[in-house]
């Protein structure tokens, strides 16, 4: 692997520990009680899919950093297909946990525009890397 996927792969690993805590967190919500979780479904809806996501995306953007480096991409376009990727599992976990910040939140904030925004650099990032593996395998063969 490149030295930058291996950075971002490196990034990625490190952030899995803050998912794992971010569960027991969850975990530890749902066996307290706390005021705000359990009685309020569309928080409790939207922090489980945050977590969820947080935990695919992070497995997913780690699969992909090696078939970055396998595409004729120009570098450019390579980093950029890295940062979408990457970008994912950031913006849209952190759209669900914050649209819903307080107990009382009822609906999500304006903030749930980062899960949106999250998916894009998520579909921008995976048709880049697809195209430029197609471009490989069929320019090789």
Do not use: E
């Amino acid at each position: 692997m490149s030295p930058i996927s291996l950075t971002l792969a490196g990034v990625m690993l490190v952030t899995v520990p803050g998912v794992a805590f971010g569960g027991v967190t969850l975990l530890r919500l749902l066996m307290r009680d706390v005021p705000g979780y359990l009685d309020n479904p569309v928080r409790r809806g939207l922090w489980r899919a945050g977590h969820a996501h947080a935990g695919v995306l992070v497995l997913f953007g780690l699969v992909a950093m090696p078939y970055v480096d396998q595409t004729d991409l120009p570098g450019a376009l390579q980093v950029l297909a890295r940062v979408l990727i990457v970008a994912a599992p950031v913006l849209m976990p952190l759209g669900f946990f914050l649209s819903v910040i307080r107990p009382g939140d009822t609906k999500p904030s304006g903030l749930i525009r980062l899960t949106v925004l999250g998916g894009a650099c998520l579909a921008a990032g995976t048709l880049l890397l697809g195209v430029g593996l197609l471009r490989a395998g069929l320019f090789t063969a």
